[in-house]
């Protein structure tokens, strides 16, 4: 994979422990933000919304079935992975959400969020 890959949880996705109601992914949100205020950045990566339910067929083709909280960046060879990077197999992978928004800045030119 030769660019970074972003999945986020579809905004106004349905849980059905509680019918009727949508939300959104607490942890998404500031990402989602960060993207809406720059969409010309946002085809420096791939980013893909996937359903709330489980299995979320991208997350596990991207990493595996054990490995389905979102948001993930998975990192491409286009650049170094940062050292504080997961690993599995040979795909890296970050998932805390302010570490996130710090390689979209870092990686793709995003601003900074402080």
């Keep these: 994979m030769s660019r970074d890959l972003l999945l986020l949880l579809e905004p106004g996705f349905s849980d059905p422990r509680y019918p009727g109601e949508r939300f959104i992914c607490p942890d998404g949100a500031p990402i989602e933000g ?3 205020s720059d969409p010309a950045r946002v085809a420096r990566l791939d980013v893909r919304r996937v359903p709330f339910e489980r299995p979320r067929k991208a997350v596990v083709a991207a990493l595996d ?3 389905q ?3 993930v960046l998975v990192l491409g060879n286009d650049q170094p992975a940062p ?3 997961q690993t599995l197999g040979e795909r890296r992978f970050v998932t805390d959400t302010r570490r996130i928004l710090d390689l979209l800045a870092e990686r793709h030119g995003f601003p900074k969020v402080h």
């Design 69 to 71: 909280g979102l948001p």
């Design 83 to 85: 050292a504080d990077a």
């Design 65 to 67: 079935d054990a490995h």
């Design 34 to 36: 960060l993207l809406a």
